[in-house]
């Protein structure tokens, strides 16, 4: 494999964020681009804090590569604004909310993986409890109130949702 296609896969890898760099890989990229040796020395230095592995790493098998780096950017954001007009963003729904929004899809998941994505989603709510959280702003269409939180087949909608706006209610005191 001659080096500027390799060089070309590799970036199109980075870019997409499906892989991080490596020190050979930059040096590689360094020398043909022919970066000035004060530019290469910067890039050596930044290049491995340039893609610090998260939580959501351990389950990147089974997420997807967009979902990945939503999940990555909000972890890095320290604010977010967001409009919900059919739920609440999952920032702000309770687990078993979530588990109602998972199991109302056309093809149900195994439980296992509707486990995983609420554990995911959990995980993606500890923003809003670290030592310096995420601001969040959130509307919220009025419907979002109303629906209820049931998916077809399960019991008890109308818990989750009291649960759910319990929930949305603290969370808007903080």
Request: aromatic residues 6%.
């Amino acid at each position: 494999v001659d080096d500027e296609a390799y060089c070309g896969y590799l970036v199109s890898r980075i870019e997409t964020a499906r892989t991080g760099i490596t020190a050979d890989d930059l040096d590689r990229l360094l020398e043909l681009y022919r970066v000035p040796d004060g530019h290469a020395d910067l890039l050596r230095r930044l290049a491995p804090s340039a893609r610090p592995r998260g939580w959501w790493d351990a389950y990147a098998d089974t997420l997807s590569a967009g979902y990945a780096n939503l999940i990555r950017l909000e972890a890095g954001s320290r604010a977010l604004r967001c409009f919900g007009a059919l739920v609440p963003h999952a920032l702000l729904q309770t687990p078993d909310y979530v588990r109602q929004v998972v199991l109302s899809t056309w093809e149900r998941p195994a439980p296992p993986e509707v486990d995983r994505r609420v554990q995911v989603c959990r995980r993606r709510q500890e923003v809003l409890d670290a030592a310096d959280p995420m601001q969040l702003w959130a509307v919220l269409d009025e419907s979002v109130l109303r629906r209820t939180a049931g998916a077809p087949g399960t019991s008890d909608g109308a818990a989750v949702l009291r649960g759910q706006l319990g929930w949305l209610a603290e969370v808007a005191g903080r």
